[in-house]
């Protein structure tokens, strides 16, 4: 696959060092319920709860389906992935489809990718940050993510953007331009107009000085 240019923040250790801070019921409880899953949360998941069912509940609350876009117009989320078996690995893939078309394996349109690492090869669960930026990614879209071990599919997700469209993005630009030209183009013509203006005044009061 090819390089990516969606980036990764935090895809290393940050689940290892999550579920360290959980006991074992509690991160095996949050592995059950989204086994096969990659979600797509609002904010990063706290390394303490208070019952055993207070992940679970937090990754319920949090989750979404639709990501908006920044000041920067690009799209910055928290993602959580759980596999239904440990990995047996150190690497995951995290390949993210256009699906407008479907989502079935012939109708995912592949967008891009980026790898994340865990110091746990056995680890059932993996955290990170992720940003999405143009033109790769464009607003209002539907998109899946698919965290995926040597080729293996192993969870899925799914979850839209929102924003301003790269159309019309590319529409304002051309229109910005459009006007700087026409802005370009009076002042020139003004120029000209007043140098004009300028060479017939010259010539005029050389005329009247030559018929005296």
């Known amino acids: 696959m090819k390089k990516t240019v969606a980036w990764v923040f935090v895809a290393s250790i940050a689940c290892l060092v999550l579920i360290a801070g959980m006991s074992n019921v509690v991160a095996a409880s949050?592995?059950?319920?989204?086994?096969?899953?990659?979600l797509i949360l609002k904010k990063r998941p706290p390394s303490y709860f208070k019952s055993k069912g207070g992940f679970v509940s937090f990754l319920r609350k949090n989750t979404t389906?639709?990501?908006?876009?920044?000041?920067?117009?690009?799209?910055?989320?928290?993602?959580?992935?759980?596999?239904k078996r440990p990995?047996?690995?150190?690497?995951?893939?995290?390949?993210?489809?256009?699906?407008?078309?479907g989502r079935g394996k012939n109708q995912r349109r592949f967008v891009d990718s980026f790898t994340q690492y865990t110091q746990d090869r056995n680890?059932?669960?993996?955290?990170?940050?992720?940003?999405?930026i143009r033109p790769?990614?464009?607003?209002?879209?539907r998109y899946m993510v698919v965290a995926q071990s040597h080729g293996t599919e192993l969870a899925f997700g799914n979850f839209e953007t929102r924003g301003t469209s790269q159309a019309a993005i590319d529409q304002q630009k051309r229109y910005e331009q459009v006007q700087k030209e026409m802005e370009?183009?009076?002042r020139d013509l003004e120029?000209?107009?007043?140098?004009?203006?300028e060479r017939e005044k010259k010539e005029n009061k050389k005329?009247?000085?030559?018929?005296?």
Do not use: C, I, P
């Open 30 to 38: 949050a592995e059950r319920v989204f086994s096969g899953k990659v």
């Open 65 to 83: 389906k639709v990501v908006h876009e920044n000041q920067n117009r690009e799209w910055r989320f928290e993602t959580m992935a759980f596999f």
């Open 87 to 101: 990995l047996g690995d150190y690497e995951v893939e995290m390949v993210f489809y256009d699906v407008e078309g």
């Open 123 to 132: 680890t059932r669960s993996l955290s990170g940050k992720t940003k999405l």
């Open 136 to 141: 790769q990614f464009d607003a209002n879209r």
């Open 184 to 186: 370009k183009s009076m």
């Open 191 to 197: 120029k000209k107009v007043k140098e004009q203006e």
């Open 207 to 212: 005329a009247a000085q030559d018929l005296f």
